[in-house]
């Protein structure tokens, strides 16, 4: 889907990869409807781009309902949501409290579904729309530190599939990104555990993956939007691991193929 003059609701907007993403779609002329909690960084960044703030807690189902109606009130129809919103876990199981791992669960998993639930009646009806999901590669290997995170992003993935599978046949298209480790503040949390540091050493020594960089990332997002692929795997060394981990969903997307659509998707003109 072209991004230029298209509205993109982007959360985790104020995030190292967020306003990466932000000043990227901007730059290639998308208005920009951003979503975080802290109003301050928000109202910056919307003046910096041009976009507009919506200050929610996503890990809050009062401030969440509604919440795709709330901006498309003020700002109109949603073409690209892109839900970029998510929290690091970095440490053994045990040692997390109950309400981080909910937090992890809820803001990694449950809104951004709830976001796309919300958003695609609309996106059908107009007959044009893109859902981008913001997952990791810590959802195709696992990495010490990261079971709750790991478990969020793994589902995050399989959820976005599920949604192209829904979608198949209609104008509404899926993209799932995977990346691996970016230089940023979540890093360099997740990087404060012990066994996690020396774990992602390890595979940057043996260059299984390297550190990217959060504008290269955004600007493959942008480009996998704008180009229609239903993945991103980056960095592209991983991406035959991540296609290994998704092979049993390729493998029935190509199953599935061949048995008829229902009637709802039979109507679109294909993503
Ligand atoms: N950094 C990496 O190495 C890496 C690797 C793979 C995947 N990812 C994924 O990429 C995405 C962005 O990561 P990042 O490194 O840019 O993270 P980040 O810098 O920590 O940014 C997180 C963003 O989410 C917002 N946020 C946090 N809690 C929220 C809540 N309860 N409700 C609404 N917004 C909330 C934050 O703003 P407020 O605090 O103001 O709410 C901020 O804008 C995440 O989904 C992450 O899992 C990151």
Do not use: W
Not at 50 to 66: M, N, T
Not at 80 to 85: G, S
Not at 115 to 132: F, T
């Amino acid at each position: 889907m072209r991004t230029s003059s298209a509205h993109v609701l982007l959360t985790g907007a104020t995030g190292t990869i967020g306003a990466a993403l932000a000043r990227h779609l901007a730059d290639r002329g998308a208005r920009v409807s951003l979503v975080a909690r802290t109003p301050d960084a928000l109202r910056a960044l919307a003046d910096a781009t041009g976009g507009r703030a919506f200050a929610a807690d996503l890990c809050d189902p009062g401030r969440l309902r509604g919440l795709v109606e709330e901006v498309e009130a003020h700002e109109g129809p949603v073409d690209i949501l892109v839900n970029n919103a998510g929290v690091e876990t970095s440490a053994r199981l045990p040692e997390l409290s109950a309400d981080q791992l909910r937090t992890t669960l809820d803001l990694n998993l449950t809104a951004p579904l709830e976001l796309c639930r919300q958003v695609l009646p609309g996106m059908l009806a107009r007959g044009r729309g893109h859902l981008v999901n913001i997952s990791s590669l810590a959802g195709v290997a696992t990495f010490p530190g990261l079971a709750a995170y790991g478990a969020s992003k793994a589902g995050l993935t399989h959820g976005t599939s599920g949604l192209r599978a829904d979608l198949r046949g209609t104008p509404v298209g899926t993209l799932a990104v995977e990346i691996g480790p970016v230089a940023s503040g979540m890093m360099e949390r997740i990087n404060r555990h012990g066994p996690s540091a020396a774990s992602f050493r390890r595979v940057l020594r043996a260059r299984l993956l390297t550190l990217l960089d959060p504008d290269d990332v955004a600007r493959a997002v942008v480009g996998a939007i704008e180009q229609g692929r239903p993945h991103l795997r980056l960095p592209r060394r991983a991406a035959p691991l991540a296609a290994v981990t998704g092979a049993p969903r390729a493998i029935a997307r190509v199953a599935l193929s061949g048995i008829p659509t229902s009637s709802h998707q039979r109507t679109g003109s294909g993503a």
